[in-house]
């Protein structure tokens, strides 16, 4: 199984700051195909996760360009340019390039200041 | 718009068989675009996938569930159900229904509100 692993787990981040998680997975998300399966999802407090990026840095329809991916083959980095109030959340990394399991990370707590 | 609404008991007792119902409205599950899903969450923790399922009722499941896990689709009811038998405290959770995209295969793109179901005598 592809173990998927978030730092740090919590950061705190005054408005208008850059923030930055870091996701390493066990095994290359490269696939064949030539795509990166790895996927990053901010769940609000009370709320169901919500797709932000897609294929390492594809924004999602409606998702502010303060939101970027990057990285390839383990390592990936999820960056605000500057976070907002509403950023805060607990973000997760995900990989579906082992399906049809899919696994997450831990989760990166982002707190304001 | 798409929505998923998730149903069924909040309470099972240990032993027992745990039965949600995931309702799309907005959409149809008959779609060939996307699959449909489960995941839950138990308090204060991360995101584990359960399983999923295609409008021919094709499914797959995370094999550390998959001998207790059963997805089925009604697509005449245009909803999806999720068994999941022989429950303990440990399936205690958040269950959440959502769809995903057959093209870009990571995509869960909408969720349902999410449904807390408490395992307890």
């Known amino acids: 199984d592809i173990v998927m692993t978030q730092t740090p787990l919590s950061l705190s981040v005054t408005p208008g700051q850059p923030a930055s998680i870091s996701c390493k997975s066990s095994?290359?998300?490269?696939?064949?195909?030539?795509?990166?399966?790895l996927y990053w999802y901010l769940q609000k407090p009370g709320q169901p996760p919500q797709l932000l990026i897609y294929?390492?840095?594809n924004r999602f329809s409606g998702v502010p360009d303060r939101f970027s991916g990057s990285g390839s083959g383990t390592d990936f980095t999820l960056k605000i340019s500057r976070v907002e109030a509403e950023d805060v959340g607990v973000y997760y990394c995900m990989q579906s390039i082992q399906l049809p399991r899919y696994t997450f990370g831990q989760g990166t707590k982002l707190e304001i200041k | 718009q798409v929505q998923l609404q998730e149903s069924g008991p909040g309470l099972v007792k240990p032993s027992q068989t745990l039965s949600l119902t995931c309702t799309v409205s907005g959409g149809s599950i008959s779609s060939g675009s996307y699959y449909w899903s489960w995941i839950r969450q138990p308090a204060g923790k991360g995101l584990e996938w359960i399983g999923r399922i295609y409008t021919s009722g094709s499914t797959n499941y995370n094999p550390s569930l998959k001998s207790r896990v059963t997805i089925s689709v009604d697509t005449s009811k245009n909803q999806f159900s999720l068994k999941l038998s022989s429950v303990t405290a440990a399936d205690t959770a958040v269950y959440y229904c959502?769809?995903?995209?057959?093209?870009?295969?990571?995509?869960?793109?909408?969720w349902g509100q999410g449904t807390l179901v408490t395992v307890s005598s």
């Open positions: 095994q290359s998300l490269l696939h064949s195909d030539g795509k990166t399966y």
């Open positions: 294929e390492v840095s």
């Open positions: 959502a769809r995903v995209s057959v093209e870009v295969a990571g995509t869960f793109d909408y």
